[in-house]
């Protein structure tokens, strides 16, 4: 799977640049052994405006992810990508939700302590 995360968000790849080239040259973007992988529209009009000026010939294809996999990320943020490969791939919890479920727990406890004490006084 192909992401990347920018400012704790996950971004997932949304198109591969398949490119035919002679020789190798060195391109500043994210590469697999299937081309050039861009994760936002901003790369990919870098990448076709630098492939355009180098006269390299490429095709665009669109990159598609399941909606369950995206849905999985949204609202998370992550403190990299490999917890977020984790997150995604071996179901193990991010850190900003385990925070989120302890503070749900801790309220949880506070209002079960104020129950047994409101008890206590009513007897």
């Known amino acids: 799977m192909d992401i990347c995360t ?3 968000v996950v971004h997932f790849a949304r198109w591969m640049i398949r490119v035919s ?6 391109l500043p973007f994210h590469k697999n052994c299937d081309g050039v992988i861009c994760f936002t529209e901003t790369e990919l009009n870098k990448a076709k405006k630098l492939l355009d000026a180098k006269k390299i010939k490429y095709a665009v294809e669109d990159l598609v992810v399941a909606a369950e996999t995206k849905s999985k990320c949204q609202d998370v943020k992550y403190v990299s990508r490999s917890e977020a490969l984790r997150h995604l791939e ?7 939700k385990r925070i ?3 503070e749900k727990d801790i ?3 506070k ?11 009513a007897r």
Do not use: A, M, T, Y
């Open 6 to 8: 920018i400012d704790g």
């Open 21 to 26: 080239l002679e020789k190798e040259i060195d």
């Open 90 to 96: 071996e179901g193990i919890v991010p850190e900003s």
């Open 100 to 102: 989120d479920q302890l």
């Open 107 to 109: 309220e949880e406890l």
């Open 111 to 121: 209002n079960f302590r104020r129950e047994v004490e409101s008890e206590r006084k």
